[in-house]
């Protein structure tokens, strides 16, 4: 008996242990490139009903070695024809050349395996070395072998996926020689494993897919979970969540701390991974949250509660040192909180020693009522640095030998400005803490409490140039606000409320009501209701003859984002009343919508996401 013959004989005699296959070799056959095929039911009842389909399959015998080859020599030619005639199921048995005993190998060589194995050698090589694996014996796993053949038969190796063909997938079918677990992430590689994966679209076409696949579950991929997290003081509002392994989870919290959970029995095992972040905020909400995990052993999930029964550290944490500087940051915590500045804008990494040095003696005059002394010091205002930011405060002389430091942003502080007039040393009058900070020091300094700018206001609305004063504090706003920052939205919501606060004292004028519809402009909500009463000012300035009316008619026309109609009424402007007008936040309109989108400027105009949407 020749080898192909007895191979042939052992391939018949294993498939024909599958209740859903039937082998059809034969032994010197004449059919080119094949030695038969295996016929696929749908149940073990075979019938033209239960008829799948079938494969194409080449039986081969060797023997000679006593260590088998795990690869089968094919020509190219051949291989470019199986993997035209719907792919091949390339069965091989290697005899022991002592004992004769039978080793059965395979090689599930659909259309796109064979494109990739010819892919991977020279345009001029003749044959190539096909890898064989070794055929199990189970029926159950010769079916999964025969099945990936036959969901590869429809495989176009001329064909590529098209990637928007995913945007109609309703479902996928992935066949595999080996059993995958898919409830862990699974890597498929063309030449590695035998695999074919089709996907049904919604017009119910039934498409193979090419390629190289990461079949990871939706508990693999990072996520995020909107729900609280709490451990000793700190509250995280929202996390990321990725499973890495069976028993472990992995929870970023933020940029600087995360933590890997790992399931024990009877407990959890928590990892965590930290570094100090710069910012004074995230720095102190990460030290709450790690020294009250290590007080409590407990980690709160919204409404659950989480024991942990170790707490490891990916790098070693000294409990000791983060308590004291915890420590620390909760003293400088009740000095910002005590001055209204918003910690999260604090980076500790700019802090030089005459900065935390300063918020010490700041801490203990407004915290510890500690009086500060200073022999050779004078009365005034300071700007106390803070990195790049500043607190402005005001010394006045407290008892003897000692100084008093007042925050003049404080609504509860006592009113003590006033403005001068320089040649008329007797005009003199009230006005706020606002009003007497420097432009270029506006932007840095911190405890401004702008929620509050409406009350400081207020305070002195008896005055008679109050309004016109508010006005410019508004405007300077505004500035700051257009030239951005971490600190924008800030300066913007304060124009917002003080204009209104004008609105409410003096009227709701022409000039205040443009003020209203730039600022909500700038934010990007400018309604239609509102842009009817735009167009309403705008006719009506175009009927009047007042010396300000085209100024009006030109704000309206930049509010109403009209280029044309605004570069013609801006070229009426006498050049003062242009220039003026340039001075006012209004102009950043004329600049966003005309100079930036001229055929003059280089490229595209550079938009305000915000003003566009207006």
Partial sequence: MSTET??????????????????????????????????????????????????????????????PTLSFSLERIVLEAHMGNNG??????????????????????????????????????????????????????????????????RQNPFARTDPSLFETVTSMVVATVEHVDFTVPTHLRIGESAFAIEVTTKDGSQV???????????????????????AGRAVFESFTVQRTAPDQTLIKLDDSLSMVLREDPGRQVATFNFTYPSNFAARKRALEFIVGIADSGQISFGDRAVSIGRRDS????????????LAYLRRMQELFDRLAINCALIDMDTLTDQHIQSLNVLHSVFINGVAAGNPDGTPGRVLVNIGPWAVMLVVAQGEEGA???????????????????QDEREVTIPVTAYDVVEAEHLPRVLNLRLE??????????????????????????????????????????????????????????????????????????????ERSKIRAMKRTSAQSDDEMS???????????????????????????????????????????????????ADGEPERDEKAVTA
């Fill in 403 to 421: 100084w008093q430091y007042i925050d003049p942003f404080n609504p509860d502080s006592p009113r003590m400005f006033r403005w001068v007039a």
């Fill in 452 to 529: 509050a700018i409406d009350s400081a206001y207020e305070s002195i609305a008896d005055a008679e140039r109050t309004t016109a004063v508010a006005n410019q504090c508004m405007r300077d706003l505004l500035d700051r606000f257009d030239a951005g920052g971490p600190r924008r939205d800030e300066f913007l919501r304060g124009a917002d409320r003080l204009n209104e606060w004008i609105i409410r004292h003096d009227g709701a004028g022409d000039a205040h009501m443009i003020n209203r519809w730039q600022i909500a402009w700038r934010r990007g909500d400018l309604a239609s209701a």
């Fill in 6 to 67: 007895r191979a042939v004989g052992d391939m018949m005699s294993l498939f024909s242990r599958c209740l859903l296959l039937d082998p059809v070799f034969a032994t010197h056959d004449k059919v080119l490139l094949t030695d038969g095929h295996i016929e696929i039911y749908s149940s073990g009842e075979w019938s033209k009903e239960t008829w799948r389909g079938r494969v194409n399959a080449q039986v081969k015998g060797r023997k000679g070695k006593k260590k």
């Fill in 550 to 600: 085209v100024q009006r008619e030109l704000a309206c026309a930049l509010l109403l984002e009209e280029r044309e109609e605004a570069q013609f009424l801006s070229s009426q402007l006498p050049d003062d009343a242009r220039a003026m007008m340039q001075e006012w936040p209004i102009w950043k309109l004329y600049r966003q919508l005309v100079d930036q989108a001229s055929p003059d």
């Fill in 314 to 325: 990916a790098t070693p944490l000294d409990l000791d040192d983060m308590r004291q500087h």
């Fill in 88 to 153: 091949l199921l390339l069965l091989c048995v290697d005899y022991h050349p002592s004992n004769g005993k039978g080793r059965p190998l395979y090689a599930a060589l659909t259309p796109f395996t064979i494109r990739r194995v010819l892919e991977g050698i020279p345009a001029g090589q003749k044959s190539v070395a096909v890898r064989l694996t070794k055929l199990p014996r189970d029926p159950a796993d010769l079916e999964r072998i025969v099945e990936v053949v036959h969901r590869g038969s």
């Fill in 208 to 230: 193979p897919l090419d390629g190289d696949f990461d079949i990871v579950p939706g508990d693999y991929v990072e996520r995020t979970v909107e729900l609280q997290v709490v």
